[in-house]
């Protein structure tokens, strides 16, 4: 999938959350959301994307999200993996 499709779809979801009173809630969403259903091969595109351009053009509300939770939930497929 072009990254460019990948930000505006996570851009919409962070939309979405942003809504929420608790900011905390909202992120832990974006990052359960993407968790859910977006497949491993599109969050990691979106990793790299973010590790190699400074997460230009993603919302700040999606990126604050990411790295929380990158870590312990969404960590990118091992390189050479296929990630379906």
Do not use: C
């Not at 962070?14 to 091969?41: C, K, M």
């Not at 790299?48 to 400074?54: E, F, H, I, P, V």
């Amino acid at each position: 999938m072009k990254i460019d499709n990948l930000i505006t779809m996570a851009n919409q979801i962070g939309v979405f959350f942003a809504s929420y009173p608790d900011r905390v809630e909202g992120r832990t969403e974006i990052a359960n959301h993407l968790q859910r259903f977006w497949a491993p091969r599109m969050r990691s595109e979106l990793f790299s994307y973010m590790d190699a351009n400074n997460s230009a053009g993603l919302d700040p509300m999606v990126i604050e999200a990411l790295m929380e939770h990158r870590r312990d939930r969404m960590a990118p497929p091992p390189p050479g993996g296929d990630a379906g």
